[in-house]
């Protein structure tokens, strides 16, 4: 079995800063990409911010600038840093995962729990 489990998220002004973090678990062989998705109420999921194993990062034309996605792969682990919040992006922010449980199997996609990210005054 397979686990992400977020944490960082709260209640934060405009303007304000978070840093989100995700560690993965489980039976895991390779993680492939990780990543930062963001649903707001009566939206759909929407990618945030992805980063390769090898260190390649994708942001959402929204977030370049202020989000800093990070991951260490010696802990299955991946952070984002949040600057300049907009009440916007409230959302929940959900933590993701390209994983192969196994040698040559198929790579996966698992999602974290969700961590509710409230930006207000």
């Known amino acids: 079995q397979v686990q992400l489990v977020e944490s960082g998220g709260g209640l934060v002004q405009p303007g304000g800063s978070l840093r989100l973090s995700c560690a993965a678990s489980?039976?895991?062989?390779?993680?492939?990409?990780m990543g930062w998705y963001r649903q707001a109420p009566g939206k759909e999921r929407e990618l945030v911010a992805t980063i390769t194993r090898g260190g390649t990062i994708n942001y959402a034309d929204s977030v370049k600038g202020r989000f800093i996605i990070s991951r260490d792969n010696a802990k299955n682990a991946v952070y984002l840093q949040m600057n300049t919040l907009k009440p916007e992006e409230t959302a929940v922010y959900y933590c993701?995962?390209?994983?192969?449980?196994?040698?040559?199997?198929?790579?996966?996609?698992?999602w974290g729990q969700g961590t509710q990210v409230t930006v207000s005054s």
């Open positions: 993701y995962a390209e994983i192969r449980t196994r040698l040559l199997s198929t790579r996966s996609a698992y």
């Open positions: 489980g039976s895991i062989f390779s993680i492939d990409a």
